[in-house]
């Protein structure tokens, strides 16, 4: 069954970075684009970037652009989000998710808290 597993979270101060992974197993992972969302304490959970099956185009919101950057290895069903010069406003739970023949899948997601 698919399963998708995040981890990287914790907690760091303004203007710090973290990468973020999540491993993917029980599919084929490098024939599906994969995404990275979030999901503040009291808000709806949003998407955060993009990715096509062989990493090619990207996506980000405008909130992370030119922060933010995600990437995947298919020989480690693997994607990563990189972050860069976290804000507190990027404190959330992430989550990877894969939309595969109509099925929606979502990892249980790591938490993110940028603070001083």
């Known amino acids: 069954q698919v399963q998708l597993v995040e981890s990287g979270g914790g907690l760091v101060q303004p203007g710090g970075s973290l990468r973020l992974s999540c491993v993917a197993s029980?599919?084929?992972?490098?024939?599906?684009?994969m995404s990275w969302y979030r999901q503040a304490p009291g808000k709806e959970r949003e998407l955060v970037a993009t990715?096509?099956?062989?990493?090619?185009?990207?996506n980000y919101a405008d909130s992370v652009k030119g922060r933010f950057t995600i990437s995947r290895d298919n020989a480690k069903n693997t994607v990563y989000l990189q972050m860069n010069s976290l804000e507190p406003e990027d404190t959330a739970v992430y989550y990877c998710?894969?939309?595969?023949?109509?099925?929606?899948?979502w990892g249980q997601g790591t938490q993110v808290t940028v603070s001083s």
């Open positions: 998710k894969l939309t595969r023949w109509g099925y929606t899948y």
């Open positions: 029980g599919f084929t992972f490098s024939r599906f684009g």
């Open positions: 990715i096509t099956p062989s990493g090619g185009t990207t």
